[in-house]
């Protein structure tokens, strides 16, 4: 029932930015916290930014904070990743996920989501 897309990646110099779209079908996001995730070959799967489904209770890892900027669009049904100054190690295929319960917090976490997209590529040359 709950289908999400990413949207946005692409191939950008260091130092350019990207905007990720992750759009949902089957659920309204508003009620679902959804995280970012990113996966570069040979290493896990890491967080990236979460918000959470009520006062969009925010999260950063410490290699993005400063530089990426999550924000939701509720008429949309879509949440973005805004991605400045984006350097090599950035590169990554990055996905969207939501789990399948409501909760007032979001985790960078992948144990905590259930639902997730197919993933966009983002590649950032030196």
């Known amino acids: 029932q709950v289908q999400l897309v990413e949207s946005g990646g692409g191939l950008v110099q260091s130092g350019g930015s990207l905007r990720l779209s992750c759009t949902a079908a089957g659920d309204d996001l508003h009620y679902y916290a959804i995280g970012w995730f990113r996966q570069a070959p040979g290493k896990e799967r890491e967080g990236v930014s979460c918000?959470?489904?009520?006062?969009?209770?925010?999260h950063y890892s410490d290699s993005v904070k400063g530089r990426f900027t999550i924000s939701r669009d509720n008429a949309k049904n879509t949440v973005y990743l805004e991605m400045n100054d984006l350097k090599p190690e950035d590169t990554a295929v990055y996905f969207c996920?939501?789990?399948?319960?409501?909760?007032?917090?979001?985790?960078?976490?992948?144990?905590?989501?259930?639902?997730w997209g197919q993933g966009t590529q983002v590649t950032v040359s030196s």
């Open positions: 996920a939501q789990p399948h319960v409501m909760a007032p917090f979001c985790l960078l976490d992948v144990s905590h989501y259930d639902y």
């Open positions: 918000i959470s489904g009520s006062h969009d209770l925010i």
